[in-house]
């Protein structure tokens, strides 16, 4: 029995990182596995056409994967991920990142796990690789909290997902995280609360490659705050006006006890001082996304999408 599966790409500009990424897909093991890929160019000016249009012969065959091309010409992640699900014909789809790359099980430890667990979605995770010469004080940062294969989790990210199709039946990401990302977040936290069971698989990995310019405090702590801001706007802003004012008092606490110790910690240990003022920036953005909407953090054209 032959298991046709759709993996999902959204890209923007990164074509030699797109390249990377198909080349790893066809080199998985892909036995039982009917694999057709899905490319949509976020880019209007389709800078990834050619790279989507090589062939890229499966490992052990001489066949390329079928790949669908597509453009979404209105800047949005959250669009782009909509536009490659209108593509899936498939009784499952996965998603993954432009900037990784798979392992060579990937796609069939994802598989595996959903028949073994009955579940209609699994994540799996995305290990960061910095370079060799990255600063100690950023690796915690970028440390994952991974989980147990087969544990039930209640959200994930697109980096590293396969859904059941008929699972989501119209939902879709929500435009409004288009500019901010969170949309993953956001989705399939509202699949959790619509009664979808999803589990972790650590087996099925990938990975995405670091750059130089994402190891600034400056770059951390501005990803940190838009990721607060995403968090309030899907857990925190939905809940009761007396559920808010008691989380904002949490978190103001938080925020000026985290104040205070900020200069003792830059005198004992630049690393914790750091993971510290991380820690704060994600409170402070949290807390400006109650005050106003306007403060959201968007992406930058050349940053991490």
């Known amino acids: 029995m032959v298991i046709p599966v759709d993996v999902c790409i959204a890209t923007f500009r990164r074509p030699h990182l797109l390249e990377r990424l ?6 998985q093991r892909l036995e039982g596995i009917a694999m057709r890929i899905i490319v ?8 990834a056409r050619a790279v989507a249009a090589g062939g890229y012969p499966l490992a052990g065959a001489g066949a390329a994967p079928d790949i669908v091309y597509d453009i979404e010409p209105e800047q949005s992640i959250a669009l782009a991920r909509n ?19 798979v392992s060579q099980y990937w796609l069939a430890s994802l598989l595996h796990c959903m028949c073994e667990f009955r579940c209609d ?33 209640q ?3 697109s980096g590293n997902v396969l859904v059941r199709t008929r699972a989501v039946t119209a939902m879709r990401f929500d435009p409004a995280f288009g500019l901010t990302g969170g949309e993953d977040t956001d989705f399939f936290h509202r699949l959790h609360q619509a009664g979808v069971r999803m589990v972790w698989c650590e087996e099925a990995r ?9 190891l600034t405090l400056a770059s951390l702590r ?34 000026g ?16 001082y750091v993971a510290l003022t991380v820690r704060l920036a994600a409170a402070t953005g949290q807390l400006a996304t109650l005050v106003s909407d306007g403060y959201l953090e968007e992406y930058r054209v050349t940053g991490k999408r």
């Open 222 to 255: 501005r990803r940190s705050f838009r990721d607060g801001q995403n968090y309030a706007r899907i857990f925190v802003k939905p809940t009761s006006p007396w559920r808010k004012l008691g989380w904002s008092i949490g978190k103001l606490a938080q925020l």
């Open 83 to 101: 536009r490659a699900m209108r593509h899936v014909r498939a009784a499952c789809f996965a998603f993954v990142d432009d900037d990784q790359t």
């Open 22 to 27: 198909l080349t790893s897909l066809t080199a």
């Open 206 to 214: 990938a990975t995405e490659p670091v750059s130089p310019a994402r």
């Open 121 to 153: 979605v699994v994540f799996g995770p995305v290990v960061s690789e910095l370079p060799a010469d990255a600063p100690s004080w950023a690796l915690p940062c970028f440390a994952k909290q991974l989980h147990g294969t087969g544990d039930v989790v």
């Open 40 to 47: 949509i160019d976020n880019d209007i000016d389709g800078s």
């Open 155 to 157: 959200y994930g990210g």
């Open 257 to 272: 006890g985290g104040l205070l110790l900020a200069p003792v910690m830059r005198c004992v240990s630049y690393r914790r």
